[in-house]
């Protein structure tokens, strides 16, 4: 499978962005999609994941009321809307997609449940 992320950029603190993960190469409906965050200097840390049938969706405890994870199963497609930006909102962001019957759950906060990746989009949010 590919991912292709997008969407990321150079915002001011309160604004918005929506980064969009396309996939390709498999059936998008079958996985569990999610997206991580590197910032300078520190390790990937868990963002948001999203169900296969987008019923479920699981959030850090850093992002939750400010971020939405959503995807579009016709459009091979997953977002993170991304509300009230913070500077140490700035990091790397990357969406990860995982092909597999295990129920999702708790375990998608951990990056090696995932078996692909995308390049990751530069998200930069100025004070």
């Known amino acids: 499978v590919q991912l292709q992320a997008s969407g990321g950029g150079m915002v001011q603190a309160g604004g918005s962005l929506r980064l969009s993960c396309v996939s390709s190469g498999r059936s998008f409906s ?3 999609m999610g997206w991580f965050r590197q910032a300078p200097g520190k390790e990937r840390e868990f ?46 962001y990357y969406c990860a997609a995982e092909h597999s019957d295990a129920a999702y759950g708790l375990g ?20």
Do not use: C, H
């Not at 998608?108 to 004070?127: A, F, H, I, K, P």
């Open 47 to 92: 963002v948001a994941s999203i169900s296969r049938s987008a019923d479920m969706s699981d959030y850090a405890e850093s992002v939750k009321g400010r971020f939405t994870i959503s995807r579009d199963n016709a459009k091979n497609t997953v977002y993170l809307q991304m509300n009230g930006l913070k500077p140490e909102d700035t990091a790397v």
């Open 30 to 32: 079958e996985d569990v």
């Open 108 to 127: 998608y906060r951990l990056d090696e449940w995932y078996d692909s990746w995308g390049q990751g989009t530069l998200v930069t949010v100025s004070s």
